[in-house]
Every structure is written in structure tokens, then in C-alpha cells.
């Protein structure tokens, strides 16, 4: 990109980041930070396209038809969806990953309330039979 392109547009808030707190240190943790990472770098790209066109259309910043013709190609190799669809598709893909959260937090309590009970059923188990034995005696 030429010295003349306008840097990133400040004061714009940047999409919202993992907590690294919010979920343990998983592969598929860190696969989706790493993502997270690049459609953010992806997207601050964009955005430094978008204000150099527009910086061009409005006059501000000579036409550069090489640099412009780049631009259009590079932005034809990206996916485009439908706001609708893909808004769609992003909930779709939210609610399966919460209830992929939800039933691992459950399986998870479930494991630990039969972890206790079998603990609570050797401990207080050993009582009930010896009861049980002196019965006979």
C-alpha cells in the first residue's frame, strides 16, 4: 500500500476478545482465540481498504488504478454472505457452542455427584454392614 494511505480509523471499538479466564486452556480454546485473532487482524484490514477507497472517492488521495485494481481483486477473493443468512448462520453456530458448554458443565457435575456418592456409600457403607454382621452374632 502506498505512504499515502490513511492509517486505521481510530475511536472505532474493536470487536469484543476472549477472556482467557472464560474458558480453560483447551486445543479448542486456543484454535478459536487463533481465529478470533485473524478475522480481527482480517477485519482491521478491511477497514484500511475502506478508508483508502473512499479516501479516492472522495477526492482526498490521488487514483492509483494499479493499487485500486488490487484492491478489487483482493476483495473478490473474499467470502460474502447475505447479513440476513449470515446472521442466521453466527446464532446457529453460538447456541451449538453453549450447549456444547452446557452439557459438558452437566456431565462434568454429574462425574463429580457419583465421584461423592460412592465415596459416601464406602464410607458410610462399612458402618451399615458392620450393623448388619453384629446382627448375627
Do not use: C, W
Not at 484454535?31 to 482491521?44: E, I, V, Y
Not at 477507497?53 to 485500486?68: E, F
Not at 481483486?73 to 449470515?86: D, G, H, I, T, V
Request: proline content about 7%; cysteine-free; hydrophobic content about 40%.
Amino acid at each position: 500500500m502506498p505512504a499515502a494511505a490513511p492509517p486505521s480509523v481510530r475511536g472505532r471499538s474493536a470487536p469484543r476478545r476472549l477472556r482467557s479466564h472464560a474458558f480453560p486452556h483447551t486445543p479448542v480454546s486456543s484454535h478459536l482465540q487463533g481465529m478470533q485473532s485473524a478475522a480481527t487482524m482480517l477485519a482491521s484490514r478491511v477497514r484500511v481498504l475502506h478508508d483508502y477507497v473512499a479516501a479516492v472517492a472522495q477526492g482526498t488521495l490521488p487514483h492509483d488504478h494499479a493499487l485500486l485494481r488490487q484492491i478489487a481483486a483482493l476483495l473478490r477473493q473474499l467470502p460474502s454472505a447475505e447479513p440476513k443468512a449470515f446472521d442466521h448462520e453466527h446464532l446457529t453456530e453460538v447456541n451449538d457452542t453453549l450447549l456444547l458448554m452446557y452439557l459438558t458443565a452437566m456431565t462434568k457435575g454429574t462425574v463429580q455427584i457419583q465421584d461423592l456418592t460412592d465415596r459416601l456409600n464406602t464410607v458410610h457403607g462399612d458402618r451399615q454392614s458392620r450393623r448388619a454382621m453384629r446382627g448375627f452374632f
